[in-house]
């Protein structure tokens, strides 16, 4: 059973920084996407990052470019979505996703993780 656990959510002031966390389990993952979402009250789901197995990877909202980056260790099925210069707009809760295959720009992901808080104090 494939399980995955974020980690790393939490308060912030504006302009700091969190690293954010997702270790998989129950499965060999290689050729795999691993992404990150994220949901903020009243709004849809969005993609925000994702990673193929060789790292190749895509940061596909614009309001975070730049400040969001994502890395992924395959020997500890972790994935890591690094974001700095936090803004009261990221406050979401951020969540991990693995799906199969290579394309990063999908959004029908197969396994979710719990998701973890983040919010930004202005």
């Known amino acids: 059973q494939v399980q995955l656990v974020e980690s790393g959510g939490g308060l912030v002031q504006a302009g700091g920084s969190l690293r954010l966390s997702c270790v998989a389990s129950?499965?060999?993952?290689?050729?795999?996407?691993m992404g990150w979402f994220r949901q903020a009250p009243g709004k849809d789901r969005e993609l925000v990052a994702a990673?193929?197995?060789?790292?190749?990877?895509?940061v596909p909202i614009d309001s975070v470019k730049g400040r969001l980056t994502i890395a992924r260790d395959n020997a500890k099925n972790t994935v890591y979505l690094q974001m700095n210069s936090l803004k009261p707009g990221d406050t979401a809760v951020y969540y991990c996703a693995i799906r199969r295959g290579t394309n990063i720009a999908a959004t029908n992901y197969d396994y979710w993780g719990q998701g973890t808080q983040v919010t930004v104090s202005s």
């Open positions: 129950g499965r060999t993952f290689s050729n795999y996407v």
């Open positions: 990673i193929t197995w060789r790292g190749d990877n895509a």
